[in-house]
């Protein structure tokens, strides 16, 4: 057995995580076309242990498996220049641990003491370079990108972060609960990560929670879902300074996120899920606004979408921008929203079987460009609606049961993995602990990580005045990927 | 000289004004409050009472530019018809001057701009320029057009349009008027050419450009963009106008024009979107296609009979 | 044009009329208030960031930890060798001092309370002797005054620019209330090195009751006791405890405080009032004595300069340094329709030269660390500082973490906390505009 095959949320003793050798992982990768969604190290005495995870996203199955470096082995023959996604997991690996991968294609650390590595550059009499960031104009995240341009046409853009890099994965391994902190990962998308955090700690621990509670941290995650995309197209509206859809569905997103205010307290839900289960309820009287509420942003948001599409000068900035085809981004290993917009229909709810959804993937042309990923929006938005609705009529079913539950200890020298499909995209969470049952290695993997890339693929070609709208079309998340 | 002085007052005064109504406008359809339409003066003032900074890479040519593209706006100002319809200077062709005069500004804004070494005010400056070579001959066609079709060739010219304009007279009129309102759209920075509440720095044009002024020079820099703009809103009113009319009335009549058109530019801006940058091109061809019309029509109605 | 028009006909005028006085939703966990007779105060534990505590009241002071230490040798070398030059930093001024004495004409921003052998000694050669100073109705020093000098200097009860020294230096004199004496500690000013340094310390008898003449706003003073404050590299902001009060105290400090609710009980309410923010950093611990009503009265103190420069028109440049994005959110929310911050003329703009003003968020990583100063620095003068969210202003859910840089924060003057954990925009919105009006 090469692979250990887990469910999501699953625990399995470290022991049981079968070991292979770098051209096994090779050789199976290609055979078996499964997703690369893990790729970590961690010390172990004084050998470096890489875990390996690759998600059949068909059966819903999870395939682990490890490679071990021993304290001599300093290097091995790179995956990215076969399997470009990869990418950015091979520099995270060697930026970690000092185990270079040869023959990586553009080998950099990924967040700290890059300043130290040159650019990649275009020669060339009209090739122009042009440098933003870390500080942006807007009231927007740090990260430096570098274009290489010929006049307003973009050949090449490299994306430069770690800027936001404060360290979460080490301080989560602190203590046994944070939800705080990993509210934190992210601050828009607070709920899906808190809830891939609560789900790994309480795998660890072996408790299982309440449906009731499950069912309660889904109507946050979709109510997320639902106020994000809603305020990301006000915000393409805004870049293209379209006033009314800049000002409309701002004004929309913000009953849905006063909602979120009304049931937990905080307009982004934090402080709503805790380890063991959730800390308010979704009342009779709530739910009622909650389905009121819903109704009406439904309302605004098809109406003003409608006004959107039938504009012609708002149709040409977004058509046949900024285009990632399906062949790119299932090569780089694209994920969420953005590679559904590709024509790449992955989503973890509905792969990994979620009981309480019904959801099937959503029809319709996918382009790849913004135009794609502004329409997606829009269908992803209805679609919520609908789960939430649904699941408040479940809700009402288990309204007898408990919000939270009795958390155990944490089970010593187990491997646990939580995928849960926050706005962007699949959050991947997994934690190790060691032998004293305490965490000794904690990973995170937003949406962010794999879908970068794409942002670089999509502004080629295209003019650098696109590139802003490129940027909101994916409104990837700078702190997601520099933890 | 009474009126001078009225005029005088009103191009140092109404143009900040104008841009408050323009804010205004737009905050309405927004369904906001908005600012106060004195906003623009607060602005001013608080710029003035600030340091202004320069970077290290900056020569003194950054540190003049203000001072000299404020300048050459107000003396091209003092070429352009006010509310009387008289400029201030009315000399033969004094459109030639305003427009090089102006030019001669804008040259000293790309240099400045150019001056801070950033690769985007860089950007900035080569769109901005490209703009102005497309803008200035469609200028020059209009208003040759209009000395042609007036045989007066003085900047004066424009109130004369409205009692004298032969056949095409409704139809010169207003294809006089679109060229001047796009050309105002792109002097003044707004969408759909531009989008002055941007906060992207890939998608500027002017904005891009003053990113590095501060304090004074930039309080200078604004009240200039914001005179420019008047100016290109007050040959539209001089067109409006007839001649002859006693100042008490076209002194209204002119200020009224003004905000009206105030009003319009905001309403444009909260009704679409901003054009994709290739777009814009085909935006100012219009404009020069409009020009050209004119100047068939001029042709045609003085020639053709 | 026409949907446009029919779009805004669906929408109405969204935005918020009052915004000084804007209702809240009740679930929202603002302002809390605190009341200990009720005996059901969780473990400190509970609390994810330690803006909890129970027993002790936390001090942000900024204080040399070593001062205690180091101070036996000065004094050693003031009575014996007297030639000595020897120095020892007391701790930082802070800011509340600093805009106090910028009132008074001084700039003391970022300079540092100190003394020397040589003026140590000559506190008490002046008033170390019974039989001058009986005569003067004073009490002879001793050293354990010395050791009180920490606790005069940050929660004095009264404070006097006015003086001069016999060479000509300006000095502060601080006054404080002990038991049975009055402290009074001299400093001069000394502009080159950056430092105010002794010039003398001498005690009066208490006669009457001077503490009823005092208005005391600070949670210190009345404690009356000696700030030790915990180990601690070189004055960074420290949580130092106070000991010797006998009663345990019940406090929150909101510039850590994620208003997360883990702590909610009896004892601990938190109110939906938004208002939390305060010019001092001080005043953000919340205690028992503290009511919503007194702390947005005093909460924000403004300054003149600032009233006739910004109080108009501010802009002001965001700078995102490591923060979750949070915060970033809310302050775009601060200008969507419904809060129209654009209103006041507060707008965020796209260059700092184009700024009066930056508003930091996050806990400042490393790698930030130089753009964020970068940034301050191209910002023209006037300028201010905001420190919006936990993180910024105290480090947050992100304090213990290694990779941060918060060098910056202690080297300018800050002028303004927001607190939240993301902030709420009507608490940014109301605290810059009382800031900027004073009102
Ligand atoms: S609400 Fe504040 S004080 Fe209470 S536990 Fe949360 S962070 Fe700590
Ligand atoms: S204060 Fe809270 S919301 Fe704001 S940046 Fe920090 S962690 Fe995020």
Redesign the pocket.
């Known amino acids: 057995m090469n692979w250990i095959i887990i469910e999501n949320n699953e625990k399995i003793n470290l022991s049981q995580i079968p070991e292979i050798t770098i051209e096994r992982l090779r050789e199976d990768y290609k055979e078996l076309k499964h997703r690369v969604i893990g790729f970590f190290g961690k010390n172990e005495n004084e050998n470096i242990r890489l875990y390996v995870i690759l998600a059949d996203d068909n059966e819903g199955k999870l395939y682990i498996s490890s490679v071990l470096f021993r304290d001599n082995e300093k290097s091995y023959d790179s995956l990215t220049k076969d399997f470009p996604a990869f990418h950015n997991f091979e520099r995270e690996f060697y930026e970690e641990f000092g185990i270079e991968p040869l023959n990586h294609p553009w080998l950099k650390p990924l967040r700290q003491n890059q300043d130290k590595y040159s650019f990649f550059e275009m020669k060339g009499e009209d090739v122009h370079e042009v440098a933003v960031g870390p500080i942006h104009a807007g009231v927007i995240e740090p990260g430096h990108f570098r274009f290489m341009c010929q006049g307003e046409k973009v050949y090449e853009l490299e994306i430069m972060l770690g800027y936001q890099h404060r360290g979460v994965e080490e301080l989560l391994t602190k203590s046994k609960a944070n939800n ?1 902190l990993a509210e934190s990962v992210c601050g828009d998308t607070v709920i899906g990560h808190n809830t891939a955090y609560s789900q790994v700690i309480e795998t660890l621990c072996g408790t299982s929670i309440t449906d009731k509670a499950q069912i309660i941290r889904r109507i946050a995650l979709e109510l997320e879902r639902i106020a994000i995309h809603i305020g990301d197209m006000g915000a393409i509206a805004g870049d293209m300074a379209y006033l009314p859809g800049a000002s409309i569905f701002g004004v929309t997103r913000t009953l849905v996120i006063n909602t979120m205010l009304e049931i937990s307290g905080s307009r982004f839900g934090r ?1 709503l899920i805790d380890i063991g289960g959730v800390n308010f309820d979704i009342k009779e009287e709530i739910s009622d606004k909650i389905i009121k509420m819903l109704t009406e942003v439904e309302k605004t948001v098809d109406k003003m979408t409608k006004v959107m599409l039938k504009k012609p000068s708002c149709l040409s900035r977004m058509e046949r921008t900024g285009t990632v085809t399906k062949e790119q981004a299932q090569a780089i290993g694209a994920v969420g929203m953005a590679a559904r917009s590709s024509g790449v229909m992955i989503d973890s709810r509905i792969d990994f079987k979620d009981k309480f959804y019904k959801l099937e993937n959503l029809r319709f042309s996918a382009l790849g460009d913004v135009y794609s990923r502004f329409y997606l929006r829009y269908l992803e938005i209805k679609q919520s609606v609908e789960a939430v609705k649904d699941l408040l009529k479940i809700l009402k079913e288990h309204n007898n049961e408990d919000l939270k539950v009795e958390i155990g200890d944490l089970t010593p020298n187990s491997f646990a993995i939580s995928i849960t499909e926050g706005w962007r995209g699949e959050i991947v969470h997994c934690a190790i602990t060691d032998e004293n049952g305490k965490i000794s290695r904690y990973k995170i993997k937003d949406p962010s990580f794999n879908n970068w890339y794409m942002l670089s693929l999509a502004v080629r070609n295209n003019g650098i005045s696109d590139f802003p709208l490129c940027n909101k079309s994916f409104n990837l998340s700078y702190c997601g990927n520099d933890l | 000289m009474k009126t001078a002085v009225i005029n005088l007052i009103i191009l140092l005064i109404v143009p900040f004004l104008m841009i408050g109504v323009i804010k205004k406008t737009k905050a309405f359809w927004a369904g906001r409050k908005g600012v106060s339409v004195f906003q623009p003066f607060y602005d001013f003032i608080r710029l003035m009472k600030k340091e202004a900074v320069y970077s290290e890479t900056t020569s003194p040519v950054f540190q003049i530019a203000p001072v000299i593209i404020f300048s050459s706006i107000i003396f091209a100002a003092l070429f352009v018809p006010m509310s009387t319809g008289e400029p201030f200077i009315n000399i033969p062709f004094g459109f030639i001057i305003f427009s090089y005069v102006l030019g001669f500004g804008k040259f000293f804004s790309l240099i400045s701009a150019l001056d801070t070494g950033s690769s985007f005010e860089g950007m900035g400056a080569s769109r901005e320029a490209c703009f102005s070579t497309i803008v200035e001959p469609a200028f020059f066609i209009a208003m040759g057009s209009v000395a042609a079709l007036t045989k007066i060739d003085g900047f004066d010219n424009l109130k004369m349009i409205m009692g004298n304009s032969g056949t095409y007279g409704v139809l010169i009129i207003a294809l006089l008027i679109i060229t001047l309102f796009i050309m105002l759209l792109i002097e003044g920075c707004r969408v759909p050419v531009d989008d002055p509440a941007t906060h992207l720095e890939l998608t500027m044009i002017h904005e891009v450009m003053i990113l590095d002024n501060s304090g004074v020079d930039l309080g200078l820099i604004t009240w200039g963009a914001a005179i420019k703009m008047f100016l290109f809103e007050a040959l539209i009113a001089s067109l409006l106008i007839p001649a002859g009319l006693p100042s008490l009335i076209s002194i209204p009549l002119f200020l009224g024009i003004i905000f009206i058109l105030a009003v319009v530019v905001g309403t444009v801006e909260s009704t679409m979107a901003r054009f994709r940058m290739t777009h814009v091109f085909e935006f100012i061809f219009t404009m020069s296609i409009t020009a050209l019309l004119v100047l068939t029509l001029v042709t045609y109605g003085i020639y053709g009979n | 044009m026409f949907d446009t028009i029919k779009l805004k006909y669906h929408q109405k005028s969204k935005y918020i009329k009052d915004i000084k006085n804007a209702p809240m939703r009740e679930q929202f ?1 603002g302002f ?1 208030v605190l009341d200990s007779s009720f005996d059901d105060v ?1 473990d400190e534990t ?7 505590k129970y027993g002790s009241l936390p001090v942000i002071s900024e204080v040399n930890p070593d001062y205690i230490k180091n101070l036996r040798i000065i004094i050693d070398k003031a009575k014996n060798n007297p030639n000595e030059r020897q120095k020892l930093a007391i701790g930082k001024v802070s800011n509340d001092l600093a805009l106090k004495a910028k009132e008074h004409g001084f700039d003391i921003f970022g300079y540092i309370h100190d003394l020397d052998v040589s003026g140590v000694r000559h506190a008490y050669l002046e008033h170390g002797m019974e039989k001058t100073e009986i005569p003067r109705g004073q009490i002879p020093i001793t050293d354990d005054d010395f050791e009180k000098i920490p606790d005069v200097l940050y929660s004095y009860d009264e404070i006097d620019f006015s003086g001069k020294n016999k060479t000509g230096l300006d000095t502060i004199t601080y006054k404080k209330h002990m038991s049975d004496n009055t402290i009074f500690y001299v400093e001069e000013i000394r502009t080159g090195k950056q430092t105010l340094t002794i010039n003398t310390l001498y005690k009066h008898k208490n006669t009457g009751n001077p503490r009823t003449s005092v208005k005391n706003d600070n949670p210190l003073s009345s404690t009356g006791s000696i700030i030790i404050s915990d180990l601690s590299k070189n004055f960074n902001p420290v949580v130092s405890k106070c000991e010797g009060t006998a009663k345990k105290i019940l406090s ?3 510039g ?9 009980c009896k004892a ?1 309410q ?1 109110t939906n009032k938004y208002k939390s923010a305060s010019t001092s950093r001080e005043k953000l611990i919340i205690t028992e004595n503290t009511t919503a009503e007194d702390y947005e009265k005093t909460a924000i103190q403004s300054r003149k300069e600032i009233i006739k420069a910004f109080s108009k028109s501010l802009k002001l440049r965001q700078v995102s340094a490591a923060g979750c994005n949070g915060c970033e959110m809310e302050l775009n929310a601060c200008s969507n329709c419904n809060f129209d911050m654009g209103r006041f003329g507060i707008d965020f703009v796209a260059s700092p030269r184009h700024a009066d003003g930056i508003v930091v968020t996050g806990p400042v990583s490393e790698n930030m660390a130089w753009a964020l100063e970068d940034c301050y620095k191209s910002v023209p003068n006037p300028k201010i500082v905001i420190l919006a969210g ?1 993180c910024a202003i105290s480090g947050g859910v992100f304090q213990n973490s290694s990779k941060l840089n918060r060098e910056f924060l202690e080297k300018y003057p800050i002028d303004l906390y927001i607190p939240g ?1 993301p902030i709420h925009p009507l608490t940014f919105i109301n605290a810059v505009l009382s800031y900027i009006t004073g009102k």
């Open positions: 705080r402080g | 966990r809390p969780p509970c609390c994810p960031t330690g803006a909890l929150i400090d909101m850590k405080c994620t208003f997360c609710g883990n702590c909610k601990i938190f936990a954990c």
